[in-house]
């Protein structure tokens, strides 16, 4: 399956600023996205990268930004996975979309679309998408949950590759290289962050 984009710029540049309201993200949801648990993975990828703006003391529009880039990433892989990544961002684009969004979402898999993240948002997007599923994952195996979880038992389950054997230890590998901050760093913001809402919710409204 060849999912490659075949461009690297996306949306109209007159449409910087623009944003759909959390609202209209969850409906399109909710029209696209059977699979609770893809539904679930987009709601925590989505809260780390807001998490992380709002961390960084990003204004508002700027955290809303961060927090559809993840909410909406893998919005066309439940009914459309021969698509993946095209169909949401054409849907995005014809919702007249800041670009940055559709490009962070273009670049959340760049052996799949061929496009290098480069802003911030893109990088991260990148980088939390694997981590975020594998660190939950582990969560699910311990009596605690996130409770006291430790790095290093975050590492030793990348390091087990049959553990959550989905998720691509390369991918999370080339997204930290990409990074200013280390594998641990990461991790320790992931625990932290899903920690305090281990169980996002946000699509009931
Ligand atoms: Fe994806
Ligand atoms: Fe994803």
Not at 96 to 103: G, I, S, T, W, Y
Not at 144 to 160: A, P, S
């Amino acid at each position: 399956m060849d999912l490659r984009l075949g461009r690297d710029t996306f949306g109209d540049a007159r449409n910087t600023g623009q944003l759909m309201e959390l609202a209209e993200a969850h409906q399109l949801l909710r029209e696209w996205v059977l699979n609770q648990r893809l539904l679930f993975h987009m709601e925590q990828v989505g809260h780390l990268l807001k998490c992380w703006a709002s961390e960084r003391g990003y204004n508002e529009p700027t955290i809303h930004l961060w927090h559809l880039a993840g909410l909406l990433h893998d919005a066309d892989w439940d009914q459309f996975p021969e698509q993946h990544c095209a169909k949401i961002i054409a849907e995005l684009e014809r919702r007249e979309q800041d670009p940055a969004l559709m490009r962070a979402i273009a670049s959340h898999g760049p052996r799949y679309f061929g496009v290098e993240p480069q802003s911030e948002l893109d990088k991260m997007l990148y980088a939390f998408d694997e981590l975020s599923g594998l660190t939950h994952a582990y969560s699910l195996m311990r009596p605690e949950g996130y409770e006291g979880m430790e790095v290093k038992g975050v590492k030793k389950r990348l390091k087990d590759k049959t553990f959550a054997a989905q998720v691509s230890r390369e991918d999370i590998n080339d997204a930290v290289g990409r990074l200013n901050i280390t594998l641990d760093e990461l991790i320790r913001f992931v625990i932290d962050w899903q920690l305090r809402a281990p169980e996002v919710a946000v699509l009931e409204g």
